[in-house]
């Protein structure tokens, strides 16, 4: 696999080694052995699985306390995906990257906690699966609003806004948000 890493501390994108032919592909979507060899020790306590609809806008989530770390991919369709350094004590604090996540580029996008995560399907029928370091916590969660001015997101929108949640749609400014140290 490579290892690629981003403009925002700790996160990286990987692209897995992939053996295919005119039957399919085969790929490790993750090994704790191989990602330990890169400096990814990692411990995933729980599986989630997604599935939207073209111009579905999902986020921008995190959990303070217990953050969660989050190994992203997405199996069928495509995502922009965002994520933005919420820690304090981070060279890359209040930055945001996007990367486009497809099946056809299988790429897995490593979120670290302490940063806020949110994606924009770009197909119908999109799957995004991502493993997670810590448990779901309701109590903990936080949404930044998505289109938050200060953050100036260029989500990739192809008439007006996107379908989003009354949480998402309510969510707090960047400037509001409570932050990691």
Known sequence: MKVHPTKLADA?????????????????????SSFKEVGLN?????????CSSSGVLRGLHYQ???PQGKLVRVV???VYDVIVDLRRSS???????AFEISAAN???LWVPPGFAHGFLTL??????????????EPSSEHSLVWNDPDLAID?????????????????????EAPHFE
């Open 12 to 32: 990286v994108v990987i692209e897995p080694q992939v053996f295919g032919d005119e039957r399919g592909f085969f790929l490790e979507s993750w090994n704790n």
């Open 42 to 50: 990692l411990d995933f306590v729980q599986d989630n699985h997604s």
């Open 64 to 66: 303070l306390p217990n």
């Open 76 to 78: 069928r369709g495509a």
């Open 91 to 97: 060279p890359s604090f209040g930055l945001h990257e």
């Open 106 to 108: 299988k790429r897995i």
């Open 123 to 136: 197909c119908d029928d999109t799957h995004f699966l991502y493993k997670c370091t810590a448990y779901y």
């Open 155 to 175: 989500w990739p929108l192809s008439e007006g806004a996107p379908d989003v949640s009354d949480k998402d749609r309510n969510g707090i400014t960047f400037r």
